[in-house]
């Protein structure tokens, strides 16, 4: 894979924001939901492509992690709903394809991923393997609507295709 210079620079931005604003959480039920960090993933998808937004959510996740803010949980959910949408735009070219597949990456495949995860290296005995689905689905459902609202703007004025072009040159 060749290096894009502008992509790694944007994902590392996108790190940095990813890592700040992950102090903004929302909470529901048992469980605090993180919108910011699948808002990043919707774009990330959209302007970077499945590397970049794959090297991108496990960058934040790994930050997280040696900060103590995160948790192990972050990086199969993140990093599965980031390649997801990344993918499915990619072949597509629709926002929404994007959207539907952080939510569905995130919430369910990433949700489903994280019970070997806390089974086996967190020592949770309790999970099970739809542990984690519900409350993943309501964490990144709250970022994909972020998502599609800046989306709509953005396409609605031109900046998508703009931002793409400067991006690929």
């Known amino acids: ?14 790190t940095a924001l990813g890592v700040c604003l992950s102090a903004f959480s929302i909470p529901v039920g048992a469980s605090r939901c993180f919108p910011i960090q699948h808002l990043l993933n919707v774009l990330a998808g959209v302007f970077l492509g499945p590397g970049y937004a794959v090297g991108f959510a496990f960058s934040t996740s ?64 309790e999970a099970a393997l739809f542990t984690y689905v519900l409350p993943f689905l309501i964490s990144t459902i709250g970022g994909c609507v972020l998502a599609a609202l800046l989306l709509g703007v953005l396409y609605k004025s031109g900046a998508v295709r703009y931002l793409q072009g400067m991006v690929e040159k």
């Open 62 to 125: 790994l930050i997280r992690n040696l900060m103590g803010t995160g948790s192990l949980l972050a990086f199969p959910g993140s990093m599965v709903g980031a390649w997801l949408g990344a993918v499915l735009f990619r072949y597509t070219g629709k926002v929404w394809t994007a959207i539907l597949g952080e939510a569905a990456g995130t919430g369910i495949l990433g949700g489903m991923l994280c019970y070997p995860v806390a089974r086996l290296l967190m020592g949770n005995k």
């Open 1 to 14: 894979m060749k290096t894009n210079v502008k992509k790694l620079a944007i994902a590392g931005m996108m």
